[in-house]
């Protein structure tokens, strides 16, 4: 039921682009994406609605693939500050159920 | 600012220990969410409340009870301890109308010897 995402884990230089996906068997309602940095909770960083939005967040943004079930997250000209585990979350189409979450990507930035 | 607090940032308990987690919210969220988060395991749901005195079982409920009285508080009762429920337990809240955004406290971590 836990969303996958792709890759576990990577490693960026400052500077370069990375993307963080994940994908989901049921049908979805919205993606959500957080942000844990070491040692510190979770942090919202967008959601994603039913209907193939594309957001943005600072140099961050993330796609919606709804007939795929599929999202990804874009980081650009990542920066030091990026790293972190990034946790999507998912809410199905049907059903009131609430956000699940994958088992998260770790971003390391190096300088 | 929204303000998810937990009782303590860290807790050692022996096994078969009765262990209460206290999670406060100060936004009038009426959504409340435990989970436990372990390396390679990401975010899993425990038990979560839409509401005063509702309470429904998340992914991973077994050896967990909750309590929520008053709508900004959100107790998890570990009824006996085990070395398996040592982990990192985070709370979080959010408002059932105003945003889809769920807000997280500093987490507990919970070491059962």
């Known amino acids: 039921q836990q969303p996958v995402q792709s890759p576990q884990a990577v490693i960026l230089r400052e500077g370069e682009d990375a993307v963080i996906n994940c994908s989901s068997s049921?049908?979805?309602?919205?993606v959500h994406w957080y942000r844990q940095k070491h040692g510190e909770a979770p942090v919202f960083l967008m959601i994603?609605?039913?209907?193939?939005e594309q957001k943005g967040h600072e140099k961050i943004s993330a796609s919606f693939n709804e007939k795929k079930q599929q999202s990804s997250l874009y980081l650009t000209a990542s920066q030091l500050s990026y790293s972190g585990t990034y946790f999507c979350?998912?809410?199905?189409?049907?059903?009131?159920?609430?956000?699940?979450f994958g088992k998260g990507t770790r971003l390391s930035v190096i300088a | 600012d929204v303000k998810v607090t937990q009782s303590s940032r860290y807790l050692v308990k022996r096994t078969g220990e009765k262990v209460f987690l206290e999670c406060v919210q100060d936004?009038?969220?009426?959504?409340m969410f435990w989970y436990r988060q372990d390396p390679g395991l990401g975010l899993r749901l425990i038990y979560f409340?839409?509401?005063?005195?509702?309470?429904e079982k998340g992914d991973i409920p077994e050896g967990y009870s909750v309590s929520r009285e008053k709508k900004e508080r959100f107790s998890l009762i570990l009824e006996s301890a085990s070395t398996n429920q040592t982990s990192m337990y985070l709370c979080?809240?959010?408002?059932?109308?105003?945003?889809?955004?769920?807000?997280f406290g500093p987490g507990t971590r919970l070491t059962v010897t």
């Open positions: 979080a809240s959010k408002s059932a109308t105003r945003s889809y955004e769920q807000y």
């Open positions: 049921k049908a979805l309602y919205s």
């Open positions: 994603l609605l039913k209907g193939g």
């Open positions: 979350g998912t809410l199905a189409l049907s059903g009131n159920t609430p956000l699940v």
């Open positions: 936004m009038d969220h009426e959504n």
């Open positions: 409340s839409y509401d005063v005195k509702m309470k």
